[in-house]
Antibody, heavy 118, light 109 residues
Framework: QLQLQESGPGLVKPSETLSLTCTVS??????????WGWIRHPPGKGLEWIGS???????YYNPSLKSRVTISVDTSKNQFSLKLNSVTAADTAVYYC??????????WGQGTLVTVSS | QSALTQPPSASGSPGQSVTISCTGT?????????VSWYQQHPGKAPKLIIY???KRPSGVPDRFSGSKSGNTASLTVSGLQAEDEAHYYC?????????FGGGTKLTVL
């Protein structure tokens, strides 16, 4: 059974870098059938796609976040990661990792709340 | 890219039908047949309920249906049930990127 689990600090200081990891179980991140992605949900707002990655390392990023985002994959650990630098309070959100099927987020992790505050 | 536009709220009584709209542009909703809808209950991760504009994943009741006309997509929930009360988000492929709507809170009266 596919499971995705986000992990990382729940509190990040302004101007610092937010780092999260998604650990995948029940499927190989090296699968040629799927992309993997990050989505966030700021409090009181809608969902926002952050970016997606293929096992080969090919990435697609939200143009509005592209200058601050890096998504990477570690096939040996069956994980993929998110780094968002120069964070502000506007980056406070629940962050989800997900497996894509075609253009769609088919399987989601439970989400992790990251608060940006000093 | 801008978020897709959804009404912030919708409501209906049990057994009734409700339609939620999702308006984009020719660069997203109008340009591709890759529109999807997600249902999110409080404290839970979103769940894919419609893809390719009108297709339902296995296990999603046929009370949920989707359609598209021009730059506007729609989700219809027929025969409303109490468990349908949730937030609903539309999403569209936008050429190497993905855009979501702001979400609609569906209340079952």
């Amino acid at each position: 059974q596919l499971q995705l689990q986000e992990s990382g600090p729940g509190l990040v200081k302004p101007s610092e870098t937010l780092s999260l990891t998604c650990t995948v179980s029940g499927d190989s991140i090296s699968s040629t059938s799927h992309y993997w992605g990050w989505i966030r949900h700021p409090p009181g707002k809608g969902l926002e796609w952050i970016g997606s990655i293929y096992y080969s390392g090919s990435t697609y990023y939200n143009p509005s976040l592209k200058s601050r985002v890096t998504i990477s994959v570690d096939t040996s650990k069956n994980q993929f990661s998110l780094k968002l630098n120069s964070v502000t309070a506007a980056d406070t959100a629940v962050y989800y990792c997900a497996r894509l099927w075609s253009k769609y987020f088919q399987h989601w992790g439970q989400g992790t709340l990251v608060t940006v505050s000093s | 890219q801008s978020a897709l536009t959804q009404p912030p709220s919708a409501s209906g009584s049990p057994g009734q039908s409700v339609t939620i709209s999702c308006t984009g542009t020719s660069s997203d909703v109008g340009g591709y047949n890759y529109v999807s809808w997600y249902q999110q209950h409080p404290g839970k991760a979103p769940k894919l309920i419609i893809y390719d504009v009108s297709k339902r994943p296995s296990g999603v009741p046929d009370r949920f249906s989707g359609s598209k006309s021009g730059n506007t997509a729609s989700l219809t929930v027929s025969g409303l049930q109490a468990e349908d009360e949730a937030h609903y988000y539309c999403s569209s492929y936008a050429g190497s990127s993905v855009v979501f709507g702001g979400g609609t809170k569906l209340t079952v009266l």
